[in-house]
């Protein structure tokens, strides 16, 4: 069954090992007949800052408008990005500042503590690389960059199921490892997972 497919690559460098995970699995989505989306956050221009918080919000610039209207025509989105310092790039985090707002992803009730998930009926997937050993990152950090993207942003908003694919130990991995890495998202992408 043929998606739309929204590919986010948040890491700053365009040549980095995620920008190539990205554009895999975008190619492996699009040989497989998937309408896809790429876009690296390096090329957009914004400011990631979120200067008054939700108090007054600022305006987009075009290509955050742009981001929004990609989020609402996907059925399934994809973020790839490194964990720095056990979380998301301070990029790809502001992006998420900027981006998912208030009427956009979600709306908090008035007169409880809960909230309406307004991205609801897409599904995600998140692709991440990381230079500790996963088990590192699982049992001394208890998967930061993983638990605050998955929980705290997507399934907050209504994005749901969220896998997860992370590649670790990258610093140490030799060129045959990574080639496995790119046909594996390839082939993720050619299933829309």
């Known amino acids: 069954m043929r998606k739309?497919?929204?590919?986010?690559?948040?890491?700053?460098?365009?040549?980095?090992?995620?920008?190539?995970l990205a554009?895999?699995?975008?190619?492996?989505?699009?040989?497989?007949?998937?309408?896809?989306?790429?876009?690296?956050?390096?090329?957009?221009?914004?400011?990631?800052?979120?200067?008054k918080g939700y108090l007054k919000i600022q305006d987009l610039e075009p290509d955050l408008i742009?981001?929004?209207?990609?989020?609402?025509?996907?059925?399934?989105?994809?973020?790839v990005y490194p964990i720095w310092w056990s979380s998301l790039p301070a990029l790809l985090k502001g992006f998420?500042?900027?981006?998912l707002l208030p009427?956009?992803?979600?709306?908090?009730?008035k007169t409880d503590p809960f909230w309406d998930k307004l991205l609801s009926g897409r599904t995600g997937r998140i692709i991440l690389t990381t230079d500790a050993p996963w088990l590192w990152n699982l049992v001394m950090n208890w998967?930061?960059?993983?638990?605050?993207?998955?929980?705290?942003?997507l399934e907050f908003c209504g994005i749901k199921p969220v896998n997860v694919t992370q590649f670790d130990?990258?610093?140490?991995?030799?060129p045959e490892d990574i080639k496995k890495?790119?046909?594996?998202?390839?082939?993720?992408?050619?299933?829309?997972l």
């Not at 998967?143 to 942003?153: C, E, F, H, N, Q």
Request: charged fraction near 25%; glycine fraction near 6%.
């Open 4 to 20: 739309k497919i929204l590919v986010i690559n948040g890491h700053p460098n365009a040549e980095s090992l995620c920008a190539s």
């Open 23 to 51: 554009a895999n699995y975008a190619k492996g989505a699009e040989q497989a007949g998937h309408e896809i989306k790429l876009v690296h956050l390096s090329q957009l221009s914004f400011d990631p800052i979120l200067h």
């Open 66 to 79: 742009q981001a929004q209207k990609d989020i609402l025509w996907a059925e399934h989105l994809v973020f």
């Open 96 to 99: 998420l500042d900027r981006v």
């Open 103 to 109: 009427g956009f992803a979600f709306k908090y009730h």
């Open 143 to 153: 998967d930061p960059a993983i638990r605050t993207m998955k929980k705290g942003v």
């Open 169 to 174: 130990s990258i610093k140490n991995r030799k």
């Open 181 to 192: 890495y790119l046909q594996k998202v390839f082939e993720l992408g050619q299933k829309a």
